[in-house]
């Protein structure tokens, strides 16, 4: 069962896995996974003959995926994957149904780099697509994380990460012309470090 799941979902986020379970990328075609690394979260999207594009700014990364993609989805061009950075999409905008940004927020060198990276990857989001984030926070332990400047702090768990507050991705939604289809949802790992979930649509 456990070979079964992996072969059909990969090694995907869990809160993404959710969203597919939900049906909310139903009517999904065209998907960017923004940060795509190996391709962790695109196993199931290309399995599914959707459209599916990805970004990376490491050259082994973006090898790897398209070295996926061609082994799952022979018909979906490998020239989808390339390198670059979340702040600078080579894409056309509103051109995506979906946009993945799992674990690459929080890696922003200062709050510059955050809008620039968050306007970005919604440039080239449709109206009525749907944007998935997982980020870091310092949602629930406040007061354990140590300020480094330029919005970075030091983690309870040794790493140091841009970290955003629910007031910061309210105003964000606003800003950007979206809207909270699901609830913020934040897992705190025993007060060592909290991952946030962001999902929304645009208007």
């Known amino acids: 069962m456990q070979n079964q799941l992996k072969q059909l979902y990969g090694n995907i986020d ?3 896995f959710d969203q597919l379970l939900k049906g909310t990328y139903d009517n999904c075609t065209r998907i960017l996974d923004a940060g795509c ?3 962790r979260n695109l196993v199931y999207f290309l399995r599914n003959s959707f459209e599916v594009y990805g970004i990376d700014p490491n050259a082994d990364a973006v090898a790897a995926v398209k070295e996926l993609s061609q082994k799952i989805s022979p018909n979906n061009s490998a020239d989808n994957f390339k390198q670059a950075s979340a702040e600078n999409l080579p894409f056309e905008g509103t051109f995506f149904d979906l946009v993945i940004s799992s674990a690459v927020l929080h890696f922003a060198h200062n709050e510059p780099h955050f809008d620039n990276m968050l306007r970005s990857m919604w440039r080239v989001l449709k109206p009525g697509g749907y944007f998935f984030a997982r980020l870091a926070s310092d949602i629930g332990i406040e007061k354990l994380v140590k300020p480094l400047g330029n919005n970075r702090y030091l983690l309870p768990d ?3 990460r841009y970290l955003v507050n629910e007031e ?4 964000y939604t606003s800003e950007l012309g979206g809207y909270l289809h699901e609830p913020i949802k934040t897992t705190n790992v025993q007060n060592l470090r909290c991952m946030t979930t962001w999902c929304l649509q645009k208007k």
């Open 168 to 171: 910061t991705l309210l105003k």
């Open 14 to 16: 869990i809160y993404l």
């Open 37 to 39: 690394g190996g391709g």
């Open 158 to 160: 040794g790493s140091e």
